[in-house]
């Protein structure tokens, strides 16, 4: 019998726009893009140029501290132009569809049969290998560690999170594929987080090699930190890696095709939309090829992610790598003139400021503004309340800020990544970038302590 846990400390924040359960066919998009900055810690070295004919899962470029580390094209194509920053910074390789579906070919073999080298050499040839992260420090995982753990969370409990029981219909044999090859890459338990709460899919029922647990209560119960630290919490000198479900499943695809399939399934969802659905699309597409044309207004943040955790990008941007869900909400560029002084009905508010809080049921349309100036960092105990891990939140960020190493190793900086703290940051009366401090602490720790 699967365990049962039950996360009191959370919040559940009810919007407006949930993705309905319709599963919608895109077609080809005008570009994909792979965008280095998806992934935390890489320094990016192209092996292409402008102009230059890939096919699905030819090399765009590698980690210049790791050259096993592909990251490579999920279409056939031709690379249309490498997107720059400050200091010629890669910020995406974009690539221009030619239709042909043309695939580079990968070791096709059941991972029963593979050695965990070979079940390596393959993930990183095929571009793959950057879908497993590892903690502490939410990085792309080192072929070179062997984990005591690997986390599969199968719940999105973010507002207006995806439903990976819908996404995951159909795709069991590829699920468990990906399960028995990630199995030979770690001498621990697989462990699948679900959600005790609603009726789980076949591919999460019948799976093998993996132990289930049931979470119930609020969110953050689907993030895969809060699984960690309920059930295999990390250590000083420890190492557990993390996989998407999707990502499982292609996984799963390239040993039983031989080949780098970058479809997945992502959800539309928001207040701004006239349509909302989850469209069957390829890793890193355009999303005006399913987004523009079913916006209800046009003053609006797109979203790749959460809106607790998510990264904004622009009308012409593409899905973040690791992103199943693109959000739409207004974009809060306004001033409301006295509007605190207001009953609010219609405003969304933890502290029970407005007299929202007498309808608990209500979803909410929310803007981007940040409803208050930004002000010193406060102890107010609200984050207490919201944050389900056995570590005090308030003295982390602190320690943190002042960059005190070891009174951060103390406090349980192992144990977390940035989206663990995005509803304490949610609810911080203080306007405090505290998902930006945690990631600043993290990438010191990586630098002192490699």
Same mark, same amino acid.
């Given at each position: 019998?699967?365990?049962?846990?039950?996360?009191?400390?959370?919040?559940?924040?009810?919007?407006?726009?949930?993705?309905?359960?319709?599963?919608?066919?895109?077609?080809?998009?005008?570009?994909?893009?792979?965008?280095?900055?998806?992934?935390?810690?890489?320094?990016?070295?192209?092996?292409?140029?402008?102009?230059?004919?890939?096919?699905?899962?030819?090399?765009?470029?590698?980690?210049?501290?790791?050259?096993?580390?592909?990251?490579?094209?999920?279409?056939?194509?031709?690379?249309?132009?490498?997107?720059?920053?400050?200091?010629?910074?890669?910020?995406?390789?974009?690539?221009?569809?030619?239709?042909?579906?043309?695939?580079?070919?990968?070791?096709?073999?059941? &991972?029963?049969?593979?050695?965990?080298?070979?079940?390596?050499? %393959?993930?990183?040839?095929?571009?793959?290998?950057?879908?497993?992260?590892?903690?502490?420090?939410?990085?792309?995982?080192?072929?070179? $560690?062997? &984990?005591?753990?690997?986390?599969?969370?199968?719940?999105?409990?973010?507002?207006?999170?995806?439903?990976?029981?819908?996404?995951?219909?159909?795709?069991?044999?590829?699920?468990?594929?990906?399960?028995?090859?990630?199995?030979?890459?770690? %001498?621990?338990?697989?462990?699948?987080?679900?959600?005790?709460?609603?009726?789980?899919?076949?591919?999460?029922?019948?799976?093998?090699?993996?132990?289930?647990?049931?979470?119930?209560?609020?969110?953050?119960?689907?993030?895969?930190?809060?699984?960690?630290?309920?059930?295999?919490?990390?250590?000083?000198?420890?190492?557990?890696?993390?996989?998407?479900?999707?990502?499982?499943?292609?996984?799963?695809?390239?040993?039983?095709?031989?080949?780098?399939?970058?479809?997945?399934?992502?959800?539309?969802?928001?207040?701004?939309?006239?349509?909302?659905?989850?469209?069957?699309?390829?890793?890193?597409?355009?999303?005006?090829?399913?987004?523009?044309?079913?916006?209800?207004?046009?003053?609006?943040?797109?979203?790749?992610?959460?809106?607790?955790?998510?990264?904004?990008?622009?009308?012409?941007?593409?899905?973040?790598?690791?992103?199943?869900?693109?959000?739409?909400?207004?974009?809060? $560029?306004?001033?409301?003139?006295?509007?605190?002084?207001?009953?609010?009905?219609?405003?969304?508010?933890?502290?029970?400021?407005?007299?929202?809080?007498?309808?608990?049921?209500?979803?909410?349309?929310?803007?981007?503004?940040?409803?208050?100036?930004?002000?010193?960092?406060?102890?107010?105990?609200?984050?207490?309340?919201?944050?389900?891990?056995?570590?005090?939140?308030?003295?982390?960020?602190?320690?943190?800020?002042?960059? $005190?190493?070891?009174?951060?190793?103390?406090?349980?900086?192992?144990?977390?990544?940035?989206? $663990?703290?995005?509803?304490?940051?949610?609810?911080?009366?203080?306007?405090?970038?505290?998902?930006?401090?945690?990631?600043?602490?993290?990438?010191?720790?990586?630098?002192?302590?490699?």
């Amino acid at each position: 019998m699967s365990k049962v846990i039950k996360i009191k400390k959370g919040l559940d924040i009810k919007l407006k726009g949930k993705a309905e359960k319709v599963l919608h066919k895109v077609g080809t998009a005008a570009t994909y893009a792979v965008k280095p900055t998806d992934f935390t810690g890489i320094t990016p070295k192209l092996l292409v140029k402008e102009g230059d004919a890939v096919k699905a899962g030819s090399a765009l470029f590698f980690d210049k501290y790791n050259s096993d580390v592909l990251f490579t094209s999920p279409v056939s194509g031709a690379v249309k132009k490498v997107v720059r920053g400050e200091r010629r910074k890669i910020l995406e390789v974009v690539v221009e569809p030619n239709g042909k579906g043309e695939y580079e070919s990968f070791k096709k073999a059941a &991972p029963a049969d593979l050695s965990r080298e070979e079940i390596i050499n %393959n993930l990183q040839k095929s571009g793959l290998w950057p879908s497993i992260k590892m903690r502490p420090y939410s990085i792309v995982a080192k072929a070179s $560690d062997t &984990p005591k753990a690997i986390f599969i969370s199968g719940i999105d409990s973010a507002p207006l999170g995806v439903d990976y029981n819908f996404i995951l219909q159909g795709k069991e044999k590829e699920f468990q594929a990906g399960i028995d090859a990630l199995k030979k890459l770690t %001498n621990g338990k697989i462990h699948l987080g679900i959600d005790a709460d609603v009726e789980p899919c076949p591919a999460f029922v019948n799976v093998k090699n993996v132990e289930i647990t049931k979470y119930t209560g609020r969110h953050p119960k689907g993030l895969v930190g809060t699984q960690i630290h309920k059930v295999d919490p990390i250590n000083k000198g420890e190492v557990v890696w993390v996989v998407e479900p999707q990502k499982v499943v292609s996984i799963g695809r390239l040993f039983t095709e031989g080949r780098y399939d970058a479809s997945k399934v992502v959800a539309l969802a928001g207040s701004e939309l006239k349509e909302t659905g989850y469209f069957q699309i390829i890793e890193g597409a355009n999303i005006d090829s399913f987004a523009k044309e079913r916006l209800a207004s046009e003053h609006v943040r797109y979203i790749s992610g959460s809106v607790l955790s998510g990264s904004r990008i622009e009308a012409s941007g593409h899905m973040g790598y690791y992103d199943s869900l693109l959000t739409v909400i207004p974009e809060g $560029d306004h001033y409301e003139f006295f509007g605190w002084i207001a009953p609010g009905f219609d405003k969304y508010s933890v502290s029970r400021t407005f007299f929202s809080w007498l309808n608990p049921k209500k979803e909410y349309i929310v803007d981007t503004n940040l409803k208050g100036g930004k002000r010193a960092l406060m102890i107010t105990g609200a984050f207490e309340k919201v944050f389900p891990f056995d570590i005090f939140p308030m003295q982390l960020i602190k320690a943190t800020i002042i960059e $005190d190493i070891d009174l951060m190793e103390k406090l349980g900086i192992y144990e977390v990544v940035e989206e $663990d703290f995005a509803l304490c940051e949610f609810v911080d009366t203080s306007k405090t970038d505290i998902q930006a401090i945690v990631r600043n602490g993290l990438d010191l720790m990586i630098k002192e302590m490699s």
